[in-house]
């Protein structure tokens, strides 16, 4: 199958998109999982606990929602309160990004080559309801996921100094 060259271009391209957004979910799962230690180290508690919380919570915001309100506490002091809040907030700054290409199906036009993303999502607004906003997939989007990937493993790697500066249990 081939196609002229779009804003996505050529079926290949739209091969390495989907490899793409694979890597994507794979390298936000293997962060979000490392939320498991905060709650741990946090709550005060073995892993296995911290998992059973972990799969619990059913949503990335609610983790995060419970990892932030643990460091919050008065018994956690300052440093490790600061540190875990700027992991949170850097984690949740792709959370758009990674929910774009999750809740998303995918449209490819083999004659133009242009691929974009349909949102399976709802948005409700203040009189009426707006249902499948179409993204197209273009150079600047690829280069979006790519820095996002860079970024999630720098992100993924402070976790773990963090983990091991603090002690949480692993």
Do not use: C
Not at 110 to 116: I, K, M, N, S, V
């Amino acid at each position: 199958m081939s196609g002229s060259p779009g804003p996505a271009g050529p079926p290949e391209a739209f091969d390495a998109l989907l490899l793409l957004v694979g890597r994507l979910n794979y390298s936000w799962t293997n962060t979000e999982s490392l939320l498991i230690h905060l709650i741990g180290g946090l709550a005060r508690t073995d892993k296995d606990s911290a998992v059973i919380i972990f799969l619990t919570l059913n949503s990335t915001r609610a983790r995060i929602d419970l990892v932030e309100r643990l460091a919050k506490l008065d018994r956690t002091p300052s440093a490790e309160k600061s540190a875990t809040l700027a992991l949170t907030n850097r984690v949740m700054k792709y959370s758009s990004l990674r929910n774009r290409f999750s809740h998303s199906i995918y449209a490819f036009d083999p004659e133009t080559g242009t691929a974009r993303t349909i949102m399976m999502r709802i948005a409700d607004r203040k009189d009426a309801i707006k249902v499948g906003r179409s993204d197209v997939i273009d150079a600047g989007t690829i280069r979006q996921i790519e820095t996002a990937l860079e970024d999630l493993g720098t992100l993924n790697r402070d976790f773990w100094a963090h983990i091991r500066k603090f002690d949480y249990p692993t």
